[in-house]
């Protein structure tokens, strides 16, 4: 998938020591042309460094500068308070609940649409 789209997850490292901490990329989403969802993984003892907010934000930048994403799409565990405040800081609009079937639970789901005069990012 990753060769035909230009998208995949991309591991994550510390730069000082070379630890792996996660991964974070891009999946087409759904069946949408140029539209991809956003996800992240980190390790638990890599949580509250900024990880996710930097690897996203290069990740975004990409999807829109470099492959053409009309919109991207994201979503997560409903009780995942510090995924929603994530997507919140990097500027994803709240869209509404959508089932999820592998929790078989309603996840948030949102959306990021960049404008021309967009500085959602800054």
Not at 42 to 61: H, M, N, P, Q, S
Request: glycine content about 8%; charged content about 20%; overall charge negative.
């Amino acid at each position: 998938m990753a060769a035909a789209t230009n998208v995949q997850y991309w591991p994550i490292f510390q730069l000082h020591d070379g630890a792996h901490a996660g991964c974070c990329g891009l999946r087409p989403y759904e069946n949408e042309v140029n539209v991809y969802e956003l996800g992240v993984h980190l390790r638990k003892e890599f949580w509250r460094y900024g990880y996710a907010t930097e690897a996203c934000r290069r990740v975004i930048d990409y999807a829109f500068s470099t492959i053409g994403a009309k919109w991207l799409f994201a979503g997560h565990h409903p009780e995942n308070v510090s995924s929603r405040h994530l997507l919140s800081k990097l500027g994803f609009d709240f869209i509404g609940d959508r089932f999820y079937e592998p929790t078989g639970l309603f996840h948030p789901s949102y959306e990021l649409r960049l404008t021309a005069n967009s500085d959602r990012m800054e």
